[in-house]
């Protein structure tokens, strides 16, 4: 089955830019969406944005000066970067598998159904 | 952006309890709504998609319902595995949006 294994700094000095890499196992990049999300005590769990295995993204308007996601269909890897790091941005990351598929009622339903392991990243100076 | 409330945010509940947590989104998203347990130290894992579609390998003593504003998930006969931390999270229209959460624990 499809797995998602992630990795990158878990320590960042403010201003600096947080990469994540995630790793697609079991499955192809092909007709599915590639998430970022990430949780924090504070605001809980924040969609980050998306990409298609074509590279077409879709971000959070919050983030959306800040954020890059990229594919690499050929190593069946897509990444996050985030830009100009604070305390704020400290939280556990998540890459996760978005689909959709219709249902009975002929409509799309997406849903986010594999998930990466999570990666801490603390901004501190 | 959507704006999902879930309730109560925590609860005490024993084994073999019926238990019910409720969402709200703050505009209606039709049966746009998917439903995630979460484990400490671990990635939220897909329950309930299209409020009331079992995800594959879920146990059927879960549920969910509703449509439009308000949805509900259930577990009936309550198991030590599912003291948990659950969210919803609506699929109507990016960014996709969750809500606070609700821990389940043990009374």
């Known amino acids: 089955q499809v797995q998602l294994q992630q990795w990158g700094a878990g320590l960042l000095k403010p201003s600096e830019t947080l990469s994540l890499t995630c790793a697609v196992s079991g499955g192809s990049l092909s007709g599915k969406h590639w998430n970022w999300i990430r949780q924090t005590p504070g605001k809980g769990l924040e969609w980050i944005g998306e990409i298609n295995h074509s590279g077409s993204t879709n971000y959070n308007t919050s983030l959306k000066n800040r954020v890059t996601i990229l594919v690499d269909a050929s190593m069946s890897q897509f990444s996050l970067e985030l830009s100009s790091v604070t305390a704020a941005d400290t939280a556990v990351y998540f890459c996760?598998?978005?689909?959709?598929?219709?249902?009975?009622?002929?409509?799309?339903?997406?849903?986010?159904?594999?998930w990466g392991q999570g990666t801490t990243v603390t901004v501190s100076s | 952006d959507i704006q999902m409330t879930q309730s109560p945010s925590s609860l005490s509940a024993s084994i073999g309890d019926r238990v019910t947590i409720t969402c709200r989104a703050s505009?209606?998203?039709?049966?746009?709504l998917n439903w995630y347990q979460q484990k400490p130290g671990k990635a939220p894992k897909l329950l309930i998609y299209?409020?009331?579609t079992l995800q594959s390998g879920v146990p059927s003593r879960f549920s969910g319902g509703g449509s439009g504003t308000d949805f509900t998930l259930t577990v009936t006969s309550l198991q030590p595995e599912d003291f948990a931390t659950y969210y919803c999270q609506q699929s109507y229209t990016a960014p996709w949006t969750f809500g606070q959460g609700t821990k389940v624990e043990i009374k």
């Open positions: 996760a598998r978005g689909v959709d598929t219709a249902m009975a009622d002929y409509n799309y339903y997406y849903r986010m159904d594999v």
């Open positions: 299209a409020a009331s």
């Open positions: 505009q209606s998203i039709s049966s746009y």
